[in-house]
């Protein structure tokens, strides 16, 4: 028997376009149960387009900065988590000390936006949860695939949500490495997010350019026409809320957030951070503010820190130990400085103290490539931090003795810690106890 010609490369083989027909013809119990329970007129192109775009403004944002925590962190220095990332990460550079507030900024915008745009992502989901519920499932090899990257996307969203803000709240119920988990799962969902909006833009783009529905009064809302994606309800019901009323709670609940997240950055605010609080006062007075990890929390007692302790200067084989009374003695400097911590609070304070500099030039390093800091600290990821050159050799780099015009107090890291412009709080050690520089 003369053997068949193959079928050309674009013709759909036969066995996926029977499973798909035969999907469709074998409706699971409750297939139809979603076209009784979805069925808000409201639902369309129109306003999962709006709130779509809203997301592609900002997404981009979220994951840009938390990219820059990752490379703030010092991958060149080896003390970015996760450390080993192969080829996966963004071009990596020596994190500036300038603009001073860059760090605020970039990880405040993180955390902020990622907690602001729950509503949004909520009300996006909520616009095409029908689509979930969709019988068959797919109905072509390529709709399976881009069926399979929403997957990743929502997913994507929620994983790293959820994972955020447990963060944010110290709150480690997954048992796993949040720094490993952020950061994977931000690949994953960027790349599903680049494939949606490569298949979705054109769409968004005709449904933004269409009537618009944003005046529309309840009374006269109405479903939009049947579309390809099959976001319009097929038995549309009465409506209830116009479209401008679900875009206005999904922006109120945006503002509330926004509200409640600001004041975590700004000083006169602070009171308001009432879903953060680690980025509120710990009480009056110029050490009153914001603290992550306290003395206790650390291990470090007044007895550690009292009159025994000491600070050593390395450099080569050169060793320097001075008391505070000595570095007190010696020149002093003064910067009004933010300091951010990585879970997105920062607040700027007066801190006094010896340019790292002038420590490096004693301990006999005139041009230090890199410094080593410690800390008393005996466990904990950050009781270690290094510092590339332009971070020890910043005119307002110093190790503070003194903030606000009087001492550090423990929990700020007395008797010593280091301030740098921009550099993320984890760095910043408190109760400094030897710095070693190199170069
Ligand atoms: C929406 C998608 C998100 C993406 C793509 C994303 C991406 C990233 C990336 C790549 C990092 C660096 C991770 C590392 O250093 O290993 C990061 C850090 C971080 N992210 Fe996200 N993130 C997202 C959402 C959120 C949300 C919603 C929150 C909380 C509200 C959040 C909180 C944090 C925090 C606190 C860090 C710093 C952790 C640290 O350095 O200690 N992220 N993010």
Redesign the pocket.
């Known amino acids: 028997m003369p053997a068949s010609p193959p079928p050309p490369d674009d013709a759909p083989s036969a066995a996926p376009a029977a499973l798909w027909a035969g999907l469709a013809r074998h409706r699971p119990p409750g297939a139809d149960a979603a076209d009784r329970a979805w069925r808000s007129p409201v639902r369309g192109p129109w306003l999962t387009s709006v709130l779509g775009a809203v997301l592609l403004a900002t997404?981009p944002l979220?994951?840009v900065t938390?990219?820059l925590?990752?490379i703030a962190?010092g991958p060149r220095l080896d003390q970015?988590?996760?450390r080993d990332v192969g080829w996966l990460h963004p071009p990596v550079f020596d994190w500036p000390t300038r603009p001073a507030w860059l760090f605020r900024l970039t990880?405040g915008l993180?955390?902020a936006l990622?907690?602001v745009l729950v509503p949004v992502v909520l009300g996006k989901l909520w616009s095409v949860v029908p689509k979930l519920f969709d019988w068959p499932p797919a109905r072509s090899t390529a709709q399976l695939l881009e069926r399979l990257s929403l997957v990743l996307l929502v997913g994507g969203?929620l994983f790293?949500?959820a994972t955020?803000?447990l963060?944010?709240q110290y709150a480690y119920l997954f048992g796993f490495d949040?720094?490993?988990a952020?950061?994977y799962?931000?690949w994953i969902?960027?790349a599903a997010l680049v494939a949606h909006v490569a298949i979705k833009l054109p769409r968004l783009v005709t449904a933004l350019r269409g009537p618009g529905f944003a005046r529309t009064p309840v009374e006269r809302t109405r479903p939009e026409p049947a579309d390809p994606d099959g976001l319009v309800a097929r038995r549309p019901g009465p409506a209830t809320m116009s479209r401008r009323a679900v875009l206005a709670v999904v922006g109120g609940g945006a503002l509330l957030l926004a509200a409640l997240t600001v004041g975590q950055s700004v000083d006169a605010l602070r009171r308001t951070a009432l879903l953060l609080p680690r980025g509120r006062r710990i009480g009056d007075g110029p050490t009153g503010f914001p603290v992550n990890r306290s003395a206790a929390a650390a291990g470090v007692t007044p007895e550690r820190t009292g009159p025994g302790w000491r600070l050593t200067l390395r450099a080569g084989n050169r060793t320097v130990a001075l008391d505070r009374a000595r570095l007190l003695a010696l020149a002093q400097h003064t910067a009004v400085l933010p300091i951010a911590c990585?879970?997105?609070w920062s607040t700027t304070q007066t801190w006094t103290g010896v340019r790292l500099r002038d420590l490096a030039a004693l301990a006999g390093s005139a041009d230090p490539a890199t410094a080593r800091v410690r800390s008393l600290e005996r466990a904990g990821l950050f009781r270690e931090a290094a510092l590339h050159r332009g971070q020890v050799t910043d005119p307002d780099a110093l190790l503070a003795l003194r903030v606000n015009g009087v001492d550090l107090s423990l929990d700020h890291g007395y008797p010593a810690r280091i301030i740098v412009p921009a550099l993320?709080g984890?760095h910043c050690t408190k109760w400094v106890t030897e710095i070693v520089f190199d170069g």
């Open positions: 997404l979220v994951i938390g990219l925590d990752w962190y970015a988590f996760p990880q993180h955390v990622g907690i969203i790293q949500t955020g803000l963060n944010i949040f720094y490993t952020h950061w799962g931000a969902f960027t990585v879970e997105g993320p984890v």
